[in-house]
């Protein structure tokens, strides 16, 4: 997923009125302000009553579904293989927010804080912050690309990671 494809793809949702932040490895770059590293796919968390937009939008560009592990995620493919992992949040009225877990007894927490903005290409783009970054990369054996992200926000920020 390049970065003219994720750029591509939030104009396409900002023109579906569509809320959306980007996270994983495309997120940390665009916290960092430049691109750290290949990228397989595109982590969008969205609004769920905003669901059907989302959908329809990357419908018509291309993008069918792939894989439904709703409510938690689920993730459309376009023809050449490019991947959107989307991830739905339930927004309270503080701004704060919640996404549905493979645990329903713990679902993931966004704090009104979480949403903030980068940049890619030089373009403004609303992202996850560096601490919501961080607090979801920890209670797992990383891999060699969340050693790598986590180390940049080390690097930008001067946050202590969990590895």
Request: proline share 5%.
């Amino acid at each position: 997923m390049s970065s003219d494809d994720v750029l591509s793809v939030l104009a396409l949702l900002r023109r579906a009125e569509a809320d959306v932040w980007v996270g994983g490895g495309w997120g940390i770059d665009a916290l960092v302000r430049e691109q750290t590293r290949a990228h397989r796919d595109l982590d969008l968390m969205h609004c769920l009553d905003q669901e059907d937009a989302v959908v329809e939008a990357l419908a018509r560009a291309g993008y069918a579904e792939h894989l439904d592990q709703r409510p938690v995620r689920f993730v459309l493919t376009a023809p050449d293989g490019r991947e959107i992992d989307l991830h739905p949040l339930v927004f309270a009225d503080d701004g704060s927010a919640l996404q549905a877990s493979f645990d329903s007894d713990h679902p993931f927490h966004y704090p009104a804080s979480a949403f903030v903005t980068g940049t890619i290409d030089a373009t403004t783009v609303p992202c996850l912050s560096a601490a919501q970054q961080v607090h979801f990369h920890q209670g797992y054996d990383p891999t060699p690309r969340d050693r790598h992200d986590m180390a940049q926000l080390r690097r930008v920020f001067g946050i202590a990671t969990h590895f």
